[in-house]
């Protein structure tokens, strides 16, 4: 039995196929981690959304930021982002209920003490250790799949609180948690987020890095795969693997494989959306 993490699919499903063609999966034998973002940007959200909902056990998916906008949309708590978003017909489908439900119930980490991997999309800030971060997901997890979900997605939108603090509460709290697990790339090394930034390191602003360079990061040495930074570029650290390679912006579909040694696994990819998305 293989398993392979696979990076950002933004609605490539044609892509996936081939990558999965490549890696020759076995359905009734493999398994398959996805770092989220299946929907957005690219051609066939809806595609996506349905094949990796078929797999059942056989596929773990955590929670991206375009998932999140996809469920906010869903109950009227965001527009389209000036009609770039190509999730129209995930929203027409008629099982978009059975997707959308089943979708809200993906974890925002996944971690596999037997592999020795844990998943998420985006970052950690540096004060939470693997055990923590467990912890902070599960009380958003709880959130997302439960009666006020309409609700936090009215307030999910925003970059503040930059800060984690013990104290946090409501709306602020939930936010700052889904905030790190789906979008972060930059923080300072007392932890603040600089959620704007988006481009390659060199770019970010002045006493921000790249949140897993962070000195003293709790969760150093945790294997971590990841995805949505697709300008990340080269990334050679041992406890880190990021995986989104900008397929939809027509760079390539990555696989890691997650058993033995690890090992990547590419297919080109033509540009499905134009440059300058999140």
Known sequence: MATYAIGDLQGCHDELQRLLDRLAFDPARDRLWFTGDLVNRGPRSLECLRFVHGLGERAVTVLGNHDLHLLARAVGAAGDRGGRDTLDAVLAAPDRGELLEWLR????LHRDAALGYAMIHA???????????????????EALRGPRFADLMRNLYGDRPERWREDLDGWDRLRFIINCLTRLRYCSDDGRLAL??????????????PWFDVPGRASAGARLVFGHWSTLGDCTRADVFPLDTGCVWGGSLTALRLDGAPRHFRVPCPQSSPPGGD
């Open 105 to 108: 119930h993906r974890p925002l």
């Open 123 to 141: 970052g950690l800030p540096p004060q939470w250790d693997l055990e923590t971060a467990q912890a902070r997901c599960a009380e958003a997890e």
């Open 196 to 209: 704007s930034a988006k481009g390659p390191p060199g770019t970010q602003p002045a006493g921000y890095r």
